[in-house]
Nanobody, 119 residues
Framework: DVQLQASGGGLVQAGGSLSLSCAAS????????IGWFRQAPGKQREGVSC????????YYEDSVKGRFTVSRDNAKNTVYLQMDSLKPEDTAVYYC????????????WGQGTQVTVSS
C-alpha cells in the first residue's frame, strides 16, 4: 500500500524559510521519481519541483528557481523541499507525489501540508 505523507508546513514571514518532508512507505521508494505540487485557494494545482530516482536530476518551476531546493534520502525513504526567501505568493497546500519511471503520471499522492507566508 503506497503511502506518502508531507509535513513541515507552517506560518512564516516573507523572507523566511521552511523545510518540507515527504515520507514514503509501502513501495520501492528508489524506483520512483517524486514531485512536489502546490495548490493555492482558487487556483489550479501546479508543479513546483521534482527529483529523479537517484536524486541526480531535479526540476524547478520558474517562480521557485534559486529559492527552493529538492533532495532525497533513499535510505530514509524521504524527499525534502527546502524553501528559502519565501514570498506571500508561495502560500498554498503543498503535496508530494510519486511517479514510477514507466508511468507518465504521478499515481500516488500524499496528504498536503499548509504553507502560509505572511507579508
Amino acid at each position: 500500500d503506497v503511502q506518502l505523507q508531507a509535513s513541515g508546513g507552517g506560518l512564516v514571514q516573507a523572507g523566511g524559510s521552511l523545510s518540507l518532508s515527504c515520507a514514503a512507505s509501502g513501495f520501492s521508494f528508489d524506483g520512483y521519481a517524486i514531485g512536489w505540487f502546490r495548490q493555492a485557494p482558487g487556483k489550479q494545482r501546479e508543479g513546483v519541483s521534482c527529483i529523479s530516482t537517484d536524486g541526480g536530476s531535479t526540476y524547478y518551476e520558474d517562480s521557485v528557481k534559486g529559492r527552493f531546493t529538492v533532495s532525497r534520502d533513499n535510505a530514509k525513504n524521504t524527499v525534502y523541499l527546502q524553501m528559502d526567501s519565501l514570498k506571500p505568493e508561495d502560500t498554498a497546500v503543498y503535496y508530494c507525489a510519486a511517479r514510477l519511471l514507466t508511468d507518465s503520471d504521478y499515481g500516488s499522492w500524499g496528504q498536503g501540508t499548509q504553507v502560509t507566508v505572511s507579508s
